[in-house]
């Protein structure tokens, strides 16, 4: 099925409806967003969240060739509300903070000139340790043992599992974040992560060298400061508490806090962790001093898209090359609008 719709897109650029497409959305602007970038073989493990820093720099190679303006997000949000904007603006965001921004990703967004703004989410930076739930993922993806015991890592667990498709390693991976999550210090949990690893027969040490599944250090944060990125809200824990104003506003003070020592200055836009927001939360955001917030929603935004729900295209080393252009340039859009029509 998917080759057939990038025969259907390849005869669409051929014919010219990209770039139609690029004319007639120029007003509009996009936001592009991206997560991790891979240190060894993590875009083969979740191409959705890490991509590969080639790939990306055939993406800003793309932007530059067709002519895209590719702003600051800020700047671009403070020029709507003066009245324009120039045609044809991108703004690209990263979230989360992984290792691989700051020593792959940041080198090709300066070789292209390009400025963009890292959310970032700000426990595992303060504590140091891999990204639990995704490493044991990536463990459990990763093992050629076939059988586990969970009294191997569990104690009283006395159930034995088949790793015969990865929804079960999937679920065994989340199993074993459940227990985890509940042990008391964070030495214990990464400890937790080793042993796991080491049972199932990774060489992890050699993975913790290179900081896979880890988040940027403090320094690396102050480094990219200094280059120019423009550091914003990912919440602490990347968690926004959807029962209570205070519950809510207390992570954001606690990731603006940490931010705030690290350029500052108050940061002031936000992004929702893994796109999740209510209604609530757009009621309460502006007493937080929240002046934007970004979703995981797909589309191009204008001056009647709300601060708080700006649209993004998640993009990621699953994506072709045709499928980003026919985002970037409006046809997607378009088309969908046409469907809708229809």
């Known amino acids: 099925m998917r080759q057939y ?44 969240l890490f991509m ?5 720099a055939s993406r800003l190679q793309t932007l530059k060739k067709e002519g895209f303006n590719v702003m600051p997000l800020g700047e671009l949000l403070k020029g709507l509300e003066m009245g324009g904007i120039p045609d044809h603006s991108v703004a690209i965001t990263v979230d989360d903070g992984w ?19 890292l959310y970032l989410t700000t426990y595992y930076v303060e504590n140091n340790i891999q990204v639990i739930n995704i ?39 989340d199993t074993l ?13 990464q400890k937790f992560v080793n042993d796991v690893a080491d049972k199932l027969g990774l060489d992890w040490q050699s993975c913790l060298a290179i900081g896979m599944f880890k988040l940027i250090t403090a320094d690396e944060c102050r480094e990219l400061h200094e280059q120019q990125v423009d550091i914003q809200l990912h919440t602490h824990r990347h968690s926004l508490p959807e029962n209570s104003q205070v519950a809510m506003a207390d992570e954001i003070e606690e990731n603006r806090a940490f931010i705030e020592q ?3 200055f108050q940061a002031v836009h936000l992004c929702y962790p893994s796109g999740r927001y209510t209604q ?8 937080c001093g929240i002046n934007s917030a970004t979703t995981c929603k797909a589309g191009l935004n204008d001056t009647r898209t709300p601060a708080l729900e700006l649209l993004r295209f998640l993009d990621g080393e699953h994506i072709h090359p045709l499928e980003f252009e026919a985002e970037v340039s409006g046809f997607k859009h378009l088309l969908q609008k046409f469907k809708r029509g229809l």
């Open 135 to 173: 490493a044991l993922r990536y463990i459990l993806w990763k093992t050629v043992v076939s059988e586990i015991r969970m009294a191997d890592f569990i104690p009283n667990d006395s159930r034995t599992y088949h790793l015969s498709t990865q929804a079960m390693r999937n679920e065994i991976a």
């Open 99 to 117: 290792k691989g921004v700051h020593s792959l990703a940041q080198p090709v967004f300066m070789k292209y000139n390009m400025p963009w703004m």
């Open 5 to 48: 719709k990038l025969i259907f897109l390849s005869i669409c650029r051929l014919l010219g409806a990209f770039r139609l497409a690029k004319y007639l959305t120029r007003k509009k602007f996009r936001v592009l967003c991206y997560h991790g970038f891979s240190l060894k073989d993590e875009h083969e493990f979740h191409p959705q």
């Open 177 to 189: 974040y459940i227990y985890c999550d509940a042990l008391d210090k964070v030495q214990e949990r």
């Open 262 to 264: 690290i350029h500052g």
């Open 52 to 56: 590969r820093a080639e790939t990306l």
């Open 280 to 287: 609530e939360h757009l009621k309460w955001l502006p007493d």
